[in-house]
């Protein structure tokens, strides 16, 4: 035991530097590359503000590699999927333009079902970004339903299944993602933006990041019985997303309103949906420590599912980070609405409900900090809370209108 703490002390008290491997280095140094490269080639499309999240995306993703080593590969996968289908979609859409095609008709022969003459295998079946996002849907609902087999038959091998399709849902979606920002270029110089300004774009958005999320606390607490729960709230945003695919034509790319024409969506809008992905985690919990402390000693639910202890510290954490971001937004928010409305803030519907939102966590984790309050009536509210974030993200758009209305179903 004293060699084993020994060994463990010695790691800890090493420079952090030297805890790097050769992957971090090559990982880190092919991002600076991207960057750069980025920069060098698109930089007249920037100005100063956009140059600065471009470099500051670059650091992140460094420092996100080199804490959490599993997403290096995701990360490494993604780029090079999005870079095939980017430089093998836009001589393909050229030699359409060539035939009298638009930018959107070449797009749409090549990733159609109907069209024979003009459409591609990759890009109907995986490499569109329409073709990625199913791939991500099925996935994510894959995962769903393995990861409740795992948890009933107690199967550690359907547990790893589930966890790696989580991972290759992720990775899609943000092909998809990649894809689509490319897409919307090809379409219409004018028409091209980051992809998270409508709800079919930040429902994925939402899918990804909360995946992520929970990918990152499943490694951290060692523990894949939860996996169900938080993909469930994942694979309902992801039926969702295919109504509004397929009875709204939602996946169609729009040009911008003039209000989103900013480079604060871009910073904005994720650390708004990372808030949301971890509101959504901690309710999901919630759900199984409930389910968990209504069950009898000794029964299934208190032989599978984690100890009580560990999902209410895993709520209090996912809250605690999850406010911070979303305080983050609320503020970038603000200052987004002083440059586009003359006004920082202006009770408009959205706004209100985003500080309903921020203050019913405030006082969540007040309350936990200060009154120490934990277990069911904490994981009550934050199953309350999700539901008032959901008509906040959701509601505000079906049922009230304002200065938010270009979001509305």
């Given at each position: 035991m004293s060699v084993t703490t020994e060994a463990i002390s010695n790691d800890f008290n090493k420079p952090f530097v030297k805890t790097l491997s050769v992957y971090d280095w090559v990982f880190s140094i092919l991002v600076v590359i991207g960057t750069?490269?980025?920069?060098?080639?698109?930089t007249?499309?920037?100005?100063?503000?956009?140059?600065?999240?471009?470099?500051?995306?670059?650091?992140?993703?460094?420092?996100?590699?080199?804490?959490?080593?599993?997403?290096?590969?995701?990360?490494?996968?993604?780029?090079?999927?999005?870079?095939?289908?980017?430089?093998?979609?836009?001589?393909?859409?050229?030699?359409?333009?060539?035939?009298?095609?638009?930018?959107?008709?070449?797009?749409?022969?090549?990733?159609?079902?109907?069209?024979?003459?003009?459409?591609?295998f990759l890009f109907k079946f995986f490499l569109s970004s329409t073709s990625a996002v199913m791939w991500m849907s099925a996935l994510y609902i894959l995962a769903t339903l393995t990861y409740f087999i795992a948890m009933f038959s107690r199967s550690d091998f359907?547990?790893?299944?589930?966890?790696?399709?989580?991972?290759?849902?992720?990775?899609?979606?943000?092909?998809?993602?990649?894809?689509?920002?490319?897409?919307?270029?090809?379409?219409?110089?004018?028409?091209?933006?980051i992809p998270v300004s409508n709800l079919y774009e930040v429902f994925i958005l939402f899918a990804i990041i909360t995946a992520l999320i929970y990918l990152f606390y499943e490694m951290r607490y060692k523990t894949k019985a939860l996996g169900g729960f938080v993909l469930f709230i994942i694979s309902a945003a992801v039926v969702f997303l295919l109504w509004y695919q397929f009875n709204k034509d939602a996946h169609e790319i729009q040009p911008l309103v003039p209000a989103l024409q900013s480079y604060w969506m871009k910073i904005h809008v994720p650390a708004n949906f990372i808030g949301y992905g971890c509101f959504a985690l901690s309710a999901m919990v919630a759900v199984a420590y409930l389910i968990r402390d209504k069950a009898s000693a000794g029964g299934f639910a208190d032989r599978t599912l984690p100890a009580a202890e560990l999902m209410d510290d895993l709520m209090y954490k996912s809250i605690a980070l999850g406010f911070a971001f979303f305080t983050i937004a609320t503020v970038l928010g603000a200052l987004w609405a002083g440059e586009a409305w003359g006004g920082y803030w202006s009770w408009d519907p959205k706004e209100t409900w985003a500080l309903i939102v921020w203050l019913n966590y405030a006082a969540w984790l007040h309350m936990r900090l200060?009154?120490?309050?934990?277990?069911?009536?904490?994981?009550?509210?934050?199953?309350?809370?999700?539901?008032?974030?959901?008509?906040?993200?959701?509601?505000?758009?079906?049922?009230?209108?304002?200065?938010?209305s270009y979001g509305e179903l």
């Open positions: 750069v490269y980025a920069w060098n080639g698109y007249s499309l920037m100005d100063v503000y956009e140059v600065g999240i471009l470099f500051g995306t670059g650091l992140s993703m460094i420092a996100l590699g080199w804490y959490w080593k599993p997403s290096r590969s995701l990360m490494l996968a993604v780029a090079a999927l999005s870079i095939y289908a980017v430089t093998s979609y836009e001589p393909a859409v050229n030699a359409l333009k060539d035939q009298g095609m638009n930018g959107l008709q070449a797009i749409t022969a090549l990733a159609s079902l109907d069209d024979k003459t003009n459409s591609q359907s547990a790893k299944v589930a966890t790696r399709m989580t991972w290759m849902a992720t990775a899609m979606g943000l092909v998809g993602l990649m894809v689509r920002w490319r897409e919307s270029y090809l379409i219409n110089f004018e028409y091209g933006h200060t009154k120490g309050w934990r277990g069911a009536p904490m994981a009550w509210w934050s199953i309350v809370g999700l539901f008032v974030t959901l008509f906040a993200f959701l509601g505000v758009n079906m049922f009230l209108s304002g200065l938010h």
